[in-house]
């Protein structure tokens, strides 16, 4: 069973500053401190997650065939088309007339590459030479959606 894809392709504008509140010292994840207000300054999320502009674009991902890497229906992720996918990258892959996201592996030994699913309702996907095949960018970060609000 493969994982059907649609790409909502975004283009990264990093020539405008995207600049949001932060607080570089950390959120604690245990008690919070009542007299520890917001101190925080701001973050360009254009500069902190993009690397290459030229090459870089932003996708929603659509599916669940990789939930149980982290990666859910909704989420955002940024793709860097200028980077060679290395085994145990994500990748946003063309295979056989289809796009999907999966975790890339190469297989010396048996001179193919796989597409690695983490979900147990889908199986990998054998790369072949006999494949319409390409890696159109690895998955360079992640952006989870974490509320049903948006």
């Not at 059907?4 to 008690?31: C, H, T, W, Y």
């Not at 207000?37 to 973050?43: A, L, P, Q, R, V």
């Not at 290459?52 to 991902?61: D, M, Q």
């Not at 996918?85 to 063309?94: E, L």
């Amino acid at each position: 069973m493969q994982d059907e894809i649609r790409l909502d392709i975004s283009l990264v504008d990093a020539e405008n500053e995207m600049q949001i509140p932060f607080e570089e010292s950390g959120i604690k994840a245990g008690f919070p401190s009542p007299a520890q207000d917001y101190m925080g300054t701001s973050i360009d999320l254009n500069r902190e997650l993009v690397r290459h502009k030229e090459s870089t674009f932003y996708a929603r991902v659509s599916g669940n065939s990789l939930i149980d890497a982290g990666i859910s229906d909704g989420d955002i992720i940024v793709v860097d088309k200028s980077l060679e996918a290395t085994s145990g990258d994500y990748v946003v892959a063309f295979i056989d007339g289809e796009f999907t996201i999966k975790e890339f592996r190469f297989d010396e030994q048996n001179q193919c590459a796989w597409l690695i699913p983490y979900n147990k309702n889908f199986s990998p996907i054998k790369v072949t030479a006999e494949n319409d095949f390409m890696i159109w960018g690895v998955v360079t970060y992640a952006i989870k959606k974490m509320t049903k609000h948006f």
